[in-house]
């Protein structure tokens, strides 16, 4: 069953915490992103990866830091530098087969209590 | 700064009514065109896409592109009731969908 799995589903933090978000892939795609998503909002690129062990800044990045150790794998972490987390995190993939698609996961929405 | 613009909405149509969803682009560069639909609480899923001037149809769903308005359109035929949800148009300048600007989406509720 191939897609693109996104744990935890919710996620609870508070102020001053770090937390890691999971974004999993079994499609065989290089390139990986990440996205959040504000009520009312379109999506606005956090960070991507096109190969392992390499990955840019989108237009938001700050607060947030990312790894690419395995073509799978791209998990991001919210730091307590970004002041206002709260929001529905999206990771998306593309690959070669289909390069006009981004294939979404089902997001993990974050809150900061 | 790229921006992409879309009329937030609300937008209601009654069933069976066509529903234009209109988008424009900042970036004269730009070389594709995405349509992607969310459900409330939902990831996106990509409707259409559209590269060249004119209209590219798809079943109820017919994607138009003016490059030279920079205005990209979505229009649903006999809308029903399960399409309503948010509309993003996105918005790429190399050609594929490797980097995207979305715009914020118009949402759309198809009256029974």
């Known amino acids: 069953d191939g897609g693109i799995t996104q744990s935890p589903k919710y996620l609870f933090r508070k102020e001053g915490q770090n937390v890691t978000l999971s974004c999993e892939q079994n499609?065989?795609?290089?390139?990986m992103y990440w996205y959040r998503q504000d009520p009312g909002q379109g999506l606005r690129l956090i960070y991507y990866?096109?190969?392992?062990?390499?990955?840019q800044k989108g237009d938001i990045a700050e607060g947030y830091s990312v790894s690419r150790e395995k073509k799978e794998s791209f998990p991001l972490t919210v730091t307590s530098a970004q002041k206002n987390p709260t929001a529905f995190y999206l990771c998306?993939?593309?690959?070669?087969?289909?390069?006009?698609?981004?294939?979404f996961g089902p997001g993990t929405r974050l809150t900061v209590l | 700064q790229k921006e992409v613009e879309q009329n937030s909405g609300p937008l209601s149509v009654p069933e069976g009514a066509i529903a234009s969803l209109n988008c424009t682009y900042s970036?004269?560069?730009?070389?594709?065109f995405f349509w992607y639909r969310q459900y409330s609480g939902k990831s996106p899923e990509l409707i259409m896409f559209?590269?060249?001037?004119g209209d590219k149809e798809d079943g109820r769903f017919t994607a138009q592109l003016n490059k030279a308005s920079q205005y990209v359109s979505l229009l649903i035929r006999d809308s029903q009731p399960s399409d309503s949800a948010t509309y993003l148009c996105?918005?790429?300048?190399?050609?594929?969908?490797?980097?995207?600007?979305f715009g914020s989406g118009t949402q759309l509720t198809v009256l029974p």
């Open positions: 998306a993939t593309t690959g070669t087969r289909r390069p006009n698609e981004q294939f």
């Open positions: 499609l065989n795609h290089d390139a």
């Open positions: 990866s096109q190969i392992v062990n390499d990955f």
């Open positions: 970036d004269r560069g730009s070389q594709s």
């Open positions: 559209i590269y060249s001037n």
């Open positions: 996105a918005v790429n300048m190399d050609g594929s969908a490797r980097q995207l600007t």
